[in-house]
């Protein structure tokens, strides 16, 4: 029984799609002005792990992840590099669609951009506008009226007098209340023709909140199962775009809200004014795209990603312990039927059930590449690449894996390996028998044979 841990109800429910067997499920994607950084890589690997979790599960899914490719940001961008914003956005799409790649994400089902769906925004806002939620400013901008929505801020826990205080609000001249916000831009000299579109409120283009209002209607309905992106679009993105769908649709917009945690570099938050911001290419060029899939799913999706050197070496070096327990089979054991019954595979299932636990569920892959290494036996490394196949992950050759990683990537040095032996020796003394047996599976995991002689002495190589 799947639980997600719901943002708008604030606790993990059982859950329960509208239509049975079929997942509706939208995702806010990328602002197509530059290259995809580590935040955006979280997003991509998150919630294609959540799809194929669900198609896993044997449900229809379809998944819509959009692309925002007309935005103040992308016209100040063209305008500097002086190309037009066809060209540009053309450009940065197709590099999102390589990192993507890169990191093992499928395509999503549909990908819709907002420049194709203008039309549809039109309708919505003169929907909004006609029952009474919009209204033509002074500055002949289209705005919403919050204070006209009765739930406004319930997906994010402000409250309108939190918000008025002065939170992240945008004044306007023009707005009847500095909370509202823009639905349809007027538009502004000096900007390109092909940023503005006819419109009954003049010529101009639309905001960027009712984008995914108006592209997720279209394409899943009024109503639908899942909505998600990165935490810090929960207010004012998502919760503007509750206001406007359940404004002009009247009834209940998304049932399962999901949010995925920040992106830390060195326990900092990300951030171009603190220098330690990082594309998703200046990072695949220092390190193997897998492994930063695994990074990224070794986090469970909710809590914050600390990004560092260290962070994605000791990923790489369980990564490789992995694919050592592979390296005697065939990578089309993937896409083996699992046998859900099985303790190992029962043990994956139920943490994925549980909110998406990643972290739990890669503890149950070492489990199994360490029953590889004991017993040498095909099952449970047959499973291992099938469960990790479920993850986006462990699909490659494991000897093309392991002779591509730099020299010494991965393996334990002779003093680490000495410093497990006399942990070993310590809990054997001690009586913690469980704890000598892991310690000595997991240096197997790593390509470590120990040998014990008499006397107690305890003799290592590699395998």
Known sequence: MLKIHNTLAREKQVFEPIEPGLVRIYVCGMTVYDYCHLGHARVLVVFDMVVRWLRACGYRVVYVRNITDIDDKIIRRAQE???????????????????????????????????????????????????????????????????????????????????????????????????????????????????????PWGSGRPGWHIECSAMSSELLGPHFDIHGGGQDLQFPHHENEIAQSEGA??????????????????????????????????????????????????????????????????????????????????????????????????????????????????????????????????????????????????????AEFLQALPEGAGLPTAEEIEQRIAERAAAKRAKDFAAADRIRAELLGQGVVLEDKPGGLTEWRRA
């Open 81 to 199: 590099n002086n190309e037009s914003l066809a060209a540009l956005t053309g450009r940065f799409i197709a590099a999102m669609h390589e990192d993507a790649a890169a990191l093992g994400v499928l395509p999503p089902d549909h990908e819709p951009r907002a420049t194709e769906h203008v039309s549809a925004m039109q309708r919505m806002i003169a929907a909004l506008e006609k029952k009474g939620y919009a209204y033509v400013a002074a500055n002949r901008d289209v705005c919403y009226s919050v204070r006209k929505f009765a739930g406004y801020g319930r997906l994010s826990g402000k409250s309108l007098e939190d918000l008025r205080a002065g939170e992240r609000v945008d004044v306007m001249e023009g707005k009847q209340d500095p909370l509202d916000f823009v639905l349809w831009k007027r538009a502004k000299e000096g900007e390109p023709e092909e940023a503005r579109w006819a419109s």
């Open 249 to 398: 649709h009247g009834g209940r917009f998304v049932n399962y809200w999901m949010h995925n945690g920040f992106v830390r570099v060195d326990d900092e938050k990300m951030s171009k004014s603190l220098g330690n911001f990082f594309t998703i290419r200046e990072v695949l060029e220092r390190y193997d795209a897998e492994v930063v899939r695994f990074f990224i799913l070794r986090a469970h999706y909710r809590s914050p990603l600390n990004y560092s050197d260290a962070h994605l070496d000791d990923a790489r070096a369980a990564l490789t312990r992995l694919y050592t327990a592979l390296k005697d089979s065939d990578p089309r054991a993937a896409a083996a039927p699992i046998d859900w019954q099985a303790p190992a595979a029962a043990r994956f299932r139920a943490a994925m059930d549980d909110d998406f636990n990643t972290p739990e569920a890669i503890a149950v892959l070492f489990e199994l590449a360490g029953e590889a290494n004991r017993t040498g036996a095909p099952q449970p490394a047959a499973l291992l690449r099938a469960l990790g196949g479920v993850l986006g992950l462990l699909g490659r050759d494991a």
